[in-house]
């Protein structure tokens, strides 16, 4: 139902076949309103009918503007052809067509554009929430820019939405669009892309680009753990890049890292004493890698420790012993100590513990008991030591200068008391000597 317009229309129609009824002439131009990719070829068509005799061609650029490509008329017909068609083919063309003197003329827009290659954009090094970073999407070979637009999308959802100022568009041109994005937490683990769309008429033209980039944030489920000893425990590691990345748990040792898993699960079955430690969670992709730390820890009651003398022997009155306590496995507070006594050594922060005495004595003998302890329990083990006391060594085996020294002491009173009774018999002659008896 279009009303009076319509019938306006139609009366108008009838008076231009009233016109050129005559010789019922006809022109037909095809196509129209071409839309056409700049580089390829068009061939117009301009076609007569009801013309008995031959028809007169002329093409032109309705504007008088340069066009170029070559016409080849036959009787009724003539086709334009042009070559490799570039912006400056961008034009209205009209074909004339003169039959007897009767004149036609049809009108035909080209529309050009050019939409080539896929966005570019550069690789991302990695996307962090919160942490603001320049994106750059370039898109050569456009025309025209009015009809373009670049969007940025994070999965689904459009983040930006960007339409070229500049409205004059003369010639194939490239765009950049410069976006300064912060992602947020919920983003992450999403695509991040950037979408060229050309919009003409009817053609509706997008491509899209999937931005590479490395991973960034790394989560774990746990980053400072404990699991008692037997049981079971899981961590698990994420984070986000693309392409997805791949995710390794390596165990940190004194002989270097060992591999644990092949995926982003850590599992500890069973856990042992020895799978205490620090893991590493490794995650890399093309574009980069990253690692994050995690500590385990195993506990539980203490395994037994171990108590050991240093001699095989039981040692003698006098000599230099040492007791060791020592206890592998997880950690305890380590502590020696003699039964009943208060006397404890022993550093918490240590896995043995050794007691030196430097010349032990029969006091010294009884248990000694050496004790493994921390939250989950208490675990010892005694030692009995009994010392030999050194007294009956002592007679049995009688020392060198013992012997010598009351020898060498009777030898030198006997050669005194000698000389000293000679002595005193000289004294006695001489005395009677000098003292006359008579
Ligand atoms: C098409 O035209 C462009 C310039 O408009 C030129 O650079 C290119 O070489 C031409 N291509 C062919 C195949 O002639
Ligand atoms: C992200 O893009 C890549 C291609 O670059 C594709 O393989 C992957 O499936 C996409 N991931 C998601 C979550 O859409
Ligand atoms: C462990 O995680 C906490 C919070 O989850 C964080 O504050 C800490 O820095 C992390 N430690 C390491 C070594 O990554
Ligand atoms: C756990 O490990 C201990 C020591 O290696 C072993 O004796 C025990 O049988 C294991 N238990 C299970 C359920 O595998
Ligand atoms: C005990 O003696 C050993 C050597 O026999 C020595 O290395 C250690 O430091 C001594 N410990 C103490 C507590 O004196
Ligand atoms: C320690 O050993 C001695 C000698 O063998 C023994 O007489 C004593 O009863 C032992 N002490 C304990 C508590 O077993």
Partial sequence: ???????????????????????????????LNAVIHVGKDLELTCEVTNCKNNVDFVWKAALDQFLGGESESEKNVSRLLIRNISVKHSDTVVCKATCQGNQLQKMTKINMFSFPEDPILPKIKSLIANQEQELKCTVHNIYPLKSFQIQWLRGDKILREEEPDEATSDHVQSYSSVFNYTPSVNDLGKNISCKATLKIDTINQERTTTGEYGPGTITVSSNDTSVKLGEHLEITCHADGNPKPTIFWWKLGEAGPELQSQNHKLTINNATWSQTGCYLCKVSNDVGSQQMSVNVTVVGPPNIPKIQLSHREEPKEGESISILCSLDGGPAELKLYRQSQSNVTGDPKKSTVLLNISSIQITDAGIYICEAKNDFGIERSTINITVQAAQHDFWRKPDLPVVILPAVGSVSLLTAAVLLIRHCRKQAKSVSGNIPLD
């Fill in 1 to 31: 139902m279009c009303g009076v317009k319509c019938i306006t229309f139609a009366l108008w129609i009838n008076i231009l076949s009233v016109i050129t009824g005559e010789n019922n002439f006809q022109l037909n131009l095809t196509p």
